[in-house]
């Protein structure tokens, strides 16, 4: 099945990771540049996710209460593939996207493999058949960018209001 490609504003939006793990801290690192509010909760926190700068930590378990309607989405990040289930069936009654990772099944969404230069934002998604072909796109994608990409995109955008 396709996925449709969705973009949406994050700036200032609530995003809940249950995990603190690399999978966690890959998630966490696509989503920093994008400027939502980033909770994770965990019992232990990879170093790294921690150092992460305004991600708010919650060192403990999961629990039922924690999936709340202010999340714009959530991910399940956790290696306890009951308590990922149990997050995307929370997720599912609340209407709340969530992607569970390296299960498909379970997701509502994906995350695409991207492409970020500035205001540039290119996601590539194979549907989860091939994400290695999905990042080797991406690496072709990245290839043939000019390395002054984010500032010709500035640029332009500085000179639309006076184009309207």
């Excluded at 970020?116 to 994400?131: D, E, F, Q, W």
Aim: aromatic share 6%; with cysteine.
């Amino acid at each position: 099945m396709a996925y449709f490609p969705l973009f949406i504003e994050l700036e200032g939006q609530s995003v809940l990771i249950v995990g603190g793990g690399r999978m966690a801290l890959d998630k966490a690192g696509k989503l920093m540049d994008y400027g939502p509010e980033i909770t994770v909760i965990a019992p232990e926190i990879c170093p790294e996710l921690a150092e992460l700068p305004g991600v708010e930590l919650i060192h403990r378990a999961f629990g039922p209460g924690d999936i709340r309607e202010e999340y714009a989405f959530v991910i399940a990040a956790t290696d306890d593939n009951a308590v990922n289930r149990l997050i995307a069936a929370q997720c599912r009654v609340r209407r709340i996207p969530v992607n569970v990772v390296d299960t498909r099944e379970e997701c509502s969404f994906i995350f695409p493999s991207l492409v970020h230069r500035g205001p540039l934002s290119i996601g590539i998604s194979t549907g989860g058949a091939s994400p290695a072909a999905a990042v080797r796109i991406k690496s072709e994608i990245e290839a043939g960018l000019p390395a002054s990409t984010e500032e010709i995109l500035l640029w332009l955008a500085s000179l639309r209001p006076s184009l309207r």
